[in-house]
T-cell receptor, first 111, second 114 residues
């Protein structure tokens, strides 16, 4: 079993829809949780960063962490065609800096 | 551009050849990471440096792989005797140790081993 599980999709939604992306994890030592966006043939770009449990909002994006359930989510409101990309969840513990990534969810927002 | 840069962006090689990739991190960042990403998968950690010291290596990093970061600046990743299974995107990231320690990724080097 992988440490981080993420549904690979693909996920296709109409423009303006609310998108929900999720990851589950097994390692209770994870304390830092991130969402990266990766366009085709590009490097990952950091979108959101949260520590421990709780919610964080940035514009159209909201990240949620539920450590008791070992579950993290990213919500995208009013989705745009430019949001079409692969979304990667990533996490790490307090020791060392290496990130453990999910498989990535491919999102397509149709105009 | 003051982001992470990687060269070359693409590399095609024949099985058995050696290849070397270079990563130039953001100048003030003291940590540098290498990841490998295959099609349809998330990046997998390979190794990381704090300044010039290599602090951790993944079991994925076989004896054919070696990484260096002389003088704590740029880093190179060398793959000896390449195999078709080495075909992947090799990503470099850098960060400033401490606090949130956000990792910023470069554009990657895409390797194809024929």
């Amino acid at each position: 079993q992988k440490e981080v599980e993420q549904d690979p999709g693909p996920l296709s939604v109409p423009e303006g829809a609310i998108v929900s992306l999720n990851c589950t994890y097994s390692n209770s030592a994870f304390q830092y949780f991130m969402w990266y966006r990766q366009y085709s043939r590009k490097g990952p770009e950091l979108l959101m960063y949260t520590y421990s449990s709780g919610n964080k909002e940035d514009g159209r994006f909201t990240a949620q962490v539920d450590k008791s359930s070992k579950y993290i989510s990213l919500f995208i409101r009013d989705s745009q065609p430019s949001d079409s990309a692969t979304y990667l969840c990533a996490m790490k513990g307090n020791q060392g800096g290496k990130l453990i990534f999910g498989q990535g969810t491919e999102l397509s927002v149709k105009p | 551009d003051t982001g992470v840069s990687q060269n070359p962006r693409h590399k095609i090689t024949k099985r058995g050849q050696n290849v070397t990739f270079r990563c130039d991190p953001i100048s003030e960042h003291n940590r540098l990471y290498w990841y490998r990403q295959t099609l349809g998968q998330g990046p997998e950690f390979l190794t990381y440096f704090q300044n010039e010291a290599q602090l951790e290596k993944s079991r994925l990093l076989s004896d054919r792989f070696s990484a260096e970061r002389p003088k704590g600046s740029f880093s190179t990743l060398e793959i000896q005797r390449t195999e078709q299974g080495d075909s992947a995107m090799y990503l470099c990231a850098s960060s400033l140790q401490g606090g949130w320690e956000t990792q910023y990724f470069g554009p990657g080097t895409r390797l194809l081993v024929l």
